[in-house]
């Protein structure tokens, strides 16, 4: 048998790859977290993880676990938040990056909606640096973004890289600015990209400009040039740029959760599509 908290903490450290940051999600000691996993380990009879001093990895029965342990701990919530006889009511104001239009955020936001019927659950989809404002002005209740590097910490969801995409028959030519395409300030990966390029003293331009993922897409398959995107999250029908190119390194990047601070009456739904975002947020990558 499979104790619920141990596999929590296994599903923290698969999203996080990183003993330390699962630690301090879960506010508990590295030690700890280690001895979650070692037990759970030793109940599955099979190595979950290979780590060493410098990364984390799962290992194929590791990848295997992360669909038992997500169906067990939903069912364990479905059934405590039955019997427990309470049931979440109010509106609550949720904005998540465009990144997530083509992720399987849907089958989280509709196990959040079967839960908690009652909840009047308002979706905006917006840029990371739009959606922080709008936090910031009190217009949202809880935010999924792209982490500002002058804004607030948040709750790490996951971890990824920023690389250079384009279309499988780009070819940039070194004598000529790069060809860009971005989305309009205050774009995260728009202001990495320029600042990366400006620091390595490329020359660049504006290709195409919009404030839609998909019209973003459209004009990269087009090959009108490249876009900075995460690694994880890479669209059908683009490749990465090879190093041979010599782009900048774009740096990593992390999702966090965001509370606004007047959420009300919305504090308690907000942290319950909390919790369902961190339960699954190894999932919330193309498929």
């Known amino acids: 048998m499979f104790e619920p908290v ?3 903490t296994f ?22 977290v280690s001895q979650h996993v070692r037990k759970l380990e030793e109940a599955a009879g099979r190595r979950l993880f290979v780590r060493d001093t410098h990364a984390v990895d799962l290992t194929e029965d590791g990848e295997a676990m992360l669909g038992f342990a997500r169906t067990i701990l939903e069912a364990n919530e479905r059934a ?59 217009r949202l209740d809880l935010v999924l973004a792209k982490r500002r590097p002058e804004g607030p910490q948040g709750r790490l969801v996951w971890r990824d890289r920023l690389v250079w995409v384009g279309g499988e028959r780009l070819r940039l030519d070194p004598r000529r600015p790069v060809p860009l395409v971005v989305f309009p300030p205050p774009a ?47 669209p059908p029908g683009l490749v990465r740029i090879p190093s041979r190119a010599g782009l900048p390194e774009l740096g990593g990047v992390d999702f966090v959760l965001l509370s606004g601070e007047r959420a009300g009456t919305a504090r308690g739904p907000a942290e319950a599509l909390a919790e369902a975002i961190l339960a699954g947020g190894d999932r919330l990558h193309l498929p």
Do not use: K, N
């Not at 599903?11 to 700890?32: E, I």
């Not at 955020?105 to 709008?134: A, I, K, N, Y």
């Open 6 to 8: 141990q596999l929590r």
């Open 11 to 32: 599903l923290t450290v698969a999203q996080t790859l990183s003993f330390t940051q699962a630690a301090h999600r879960l506010g508990l000691r590295q030690s700890t």
């Open 80 to 138: 405590t938040s039955f019997f427990a006889g309470t049931r979440l009511r109010g509106r609550l104001r949720f904005g998540a990056s465009e990144d997530f239009v083509l992720t399987r955020m849907p089958e989280v936001l509709e196990g959040f909606r079967r839960d908690h019927p009652e909840v009047d659950l308002e979706l905006t989809v917006e840029l990371s640096g739009t959606l922080h404002e709008l936090l910031a002005a009190g």
């Open 188 to 234: 995260v990966t728009r202001a990495r990209a320029l600042e990366a390029l400006e620091q390595q003293g490329r020359e660049w331009r504006i290709a195409c400009t919009s404030g839609s993922l998909s019209g973003l897409i459209a004009a990269t398959r087009a090959g009108l040039g490249v876009m900075a995107h995460t690694l994880g999250m890479v």
